[in-house]
């Protein structure tokens, strides 16, 4: 089945030390986003790749890089990890051109900062 | 603007009796709307959307959503409620401005008492 595929499920870091998220998809889709989602809130959208074309949120950090290099693979770097970055982390992805721009959400990251 | 309220931050239900999870959005488009419900540590799953055709939609699970665009309301119903429905359920608008343009609102935690 074609899916969204996110690795670790669990990370544990510990403060300050780089942490890379991974996420891959075979729906071939053009468009991967990242997602930070904290306890009982909605998810926040912290930045998306239209193609290869880097989309960044205003308000994300600079702690906070992302790499794809190809279609299917997105992965989300935090630099120094702080005690308030640990949270669920949400990859998602769409296809331009689609009626709704419905994104389609792998099962996510859970990142422990120590 | 476009924005989501989601009129109950908690709903409790006992099992085999009607969910009604309630959800107002502002939009200067004529929106696509989704509904997604997250188990505790799992990704989002599309439960339904509304992409201008049918007001009345029908999702997985027995859930369905009603599209009103007089009372800008896309309220989502059950007749009969499962211990498994026991979920967060986010109520998402989307326009056609652009790739990142999903809109969360605030999420209903959905409690099934046996």
């Known amino acids: 089945d074609a899916m969204v595929i996110q690795n670790p499920r669990y990370q544990v870091t510990q403060f300050g030390k780089p942490v890379t998220l991974s996420c891959s998809q075979t729906?071939?889709?053009?468009?991967m986003y990242w997602y930070q989602q904290k306890s009982s809130q909605a998810p926040k959208l912290l930045f998306h790749?239209?193609?290869?074309?880097?989309?960044n949120e205003a308000d994300t950090p600079d702690n906070f890089q992302s790499r794809r290099p190809n279609t299917s693979f997105c992965f989300l770097d935090i630099r120094s990890p702080g005690l308030g970055d640990a949270a669920m982390y949400l990859c998602?992805?769409?296809?331009?051109?689609?009626?709704?721009?419905?994104?389609?959400f792998g099962p996510g990251t859970r990142l422990t900062v120590t | 603007a476009q924005s989501v309220t989601q009129l109950d931050s908690h709903v409790s239900v006992s099992e085999g009796t009607p969910v009604l999870l309630r959800c107002n959005y502002s939009?200067?488009?004529?929106?696509?709307l989704f509904w997604y419900v997250q188990h505790p540590n799992k990704g989002l799953q599309l439960l339904l959307k509304?992409?201008?055709?049918?007001?009345l939609v029908k999702g997985i699970n027995g859930f369905e959503a009603e599209f009103k665009k007089s009372e800008t309301s896309f309220h989502l119903t059950k007749p009969s409620a499962h211990m498994s429905d026991a979920a967060e359920y986010f109520c998402?608008?989307?326009?056609?401005?652009?790739?990142?343009?999903?809109?969360f609102g605030t999420g209903t935690r959905l409690t099934v008492i046996p």
């Open positions: 509304y992409t201008s055709a049918a007001t």
């Open positions: 998402v608008v989307s326009e056609p401005t652009g790739a990142n343009n999903l809109f």
């Open positions: 998602a992805t769409s296809r331009e051109g689609a009626v709704s721009y419905e994104q389609y």
């Open positions: 729906l071939n889709h053009n468009v």
């Open positions: 790749y239209y193609d290869k074309d880097f989309n």
């Open positions: 939009s200067s488009y004529s929106p696509s």
